[in-house]
């Protein structure tokens, strides 16, 4: 069986999936989420985004099983450092446990260089969104969030985190529990212009 890609040919059925995607919330999933070979084939799609200068701009760090409740305890202890409340201590001590699996996507830029550190972070980007489409391919849902972990330098310490390096996001996949409504959409009229 020839495991190659299929290379510029026509897929209607690609567009009308890409035009079906939409974010399933975390805080509505459950599981089953995807298994050890599931995610790696996920992890190996959001691997193939552009990446100009071929420098692989990002790493994963995976939250799966037990990996989850010890994030939350780490947000919870952070939470009770900066005063929260019992009831916000609780939230955060269960926010990793919301998907059956999470993925960190770590940024991490190269300065110095003749690739733009702009393109190295829309690298990241891309591969959080193609991470998205994968999970939607495979039937799951997923939700490409930061919240304030992401951004919390006692958190990226945690993570092992080095210099160039910050969360792009972490990505929650899962099932949904409850039927995924369409939301707005942009009118295209009005957000695309000819030159």
Not at 111 to 129: D, F, H, N, R, T
Request: proline share 6%.
């Amino acid at each position: 069986m020839n495991n190659e890609p299929a290379l510029n040919k026509a897929s209607p059925k690609t567009l009308d999936f890409l035009l079906s995607r939409r974010s399933g919330t975390a805080k509505a999933m459950t599981g089953p989420g995807p298994d050890e070979a599931e995610l790696r084939r996920i992890l190996q799609a959001a691997a193939r985004v552009p990446d100009h200068g071929k420098l692989f701009p990002w790493r994963f760090v995976v939250f799966g099983g037990d990996g989850r409740a010890r994030m939350g305890a780490l947000l919870a202890r952070l939470a009770a450092e900066d005063g929260a409340k019992e009831k916000s201590i609780a939230l955060e001590k269960a926010r990793f446990l919301r998907a059956p699996v999470v993925v960190g996507v770590i940024s991490r830029v190269q300065p110095g260089i003749k690739i733009p550190e702009w393109e190295q972070m829309l690298s990241a980007g891309a591969v959080c969104q193609t991470m998205l489409i994968a999970a939607h391919a495979l039937g799951y849902v997923a939700n490409w969030l930061t919240e304030w972990c992401a951004y919390d330098a006692r958190v990226a310490s945690a993570l092992g985190l080095q210099a160039g390096e910050r969360i792009a996001g972490f990505v929650y996949i899962g099932t949904s529990a409850v039927k995924l409504e369409e939301r707005p959409r942009p009118d295209m009229n009005e957000i695309v212009t000819w030159f």
